[in-house]
Nanobody
Framework: QVQLVESGGGLVQTGGSLRLSCVAS????????MGWYRQAPGMQRELVAT???????NYTDSVKGRFTISRDNTKNTVYLQMNSLKPEDTAVYYC??????????????WGKGTLVIVSS
């Protein structure tokens, strides 16, 4: 059984910073990609940033230059450093990982989400 647990959300003023963390635990052979998605009220869940096992990174355009994704493979952890936050960044942020519990197959796992509120 694999679990993803996020932390680091909260309330911050416009222009402030937050750092999200997500730890994967359980029966893990290896982790392929890890990433962050977000869902604002009344909106669909959208990709924020992803990072592959080899370190290839992708960001959605709206966060480029403000957010930084990183991962620590020794700790099965992915981070999202969020700077210059804007009210439109307000959302529930979900951690996602493509994990191989066994070598021959990978599965998609999601965390329960952490709420980020940016006040104007």
């Amino acid at each position: 059984q694999v679990q993803l647990v996020e932390s680091g959300g909260g309330l911050v003023q416009t222009g402030g910073s937050l750092r999200l963390s997500c730890v994967a635990s359980g029966s893990i052979f290896s982790i392929d990609s890890m990433g962050w998605y977000r869902q604002a009220p009344g909106m669909q869940r959208e990709l924020v940033a992803t990072i592959s096992s080899g370190g290839e990174i992708n960001y959605t355009d709206s966060v480029k230059g403000r957010f930084t994704i990183s991962r620590d493979n020794t700790k099965n952890t992915v981070y999202l450093q969020m700077n210059s936050l804007k009210p439109e960044d307000t959302a529930v942020y979900y951690c996602h990982a493509k994990i191989r519990p066994i070598p021959i197959r990978s599965y998609d796992y999601w965390g329960k989400g952490t709420l980020v509120i940016v006040s104007s």
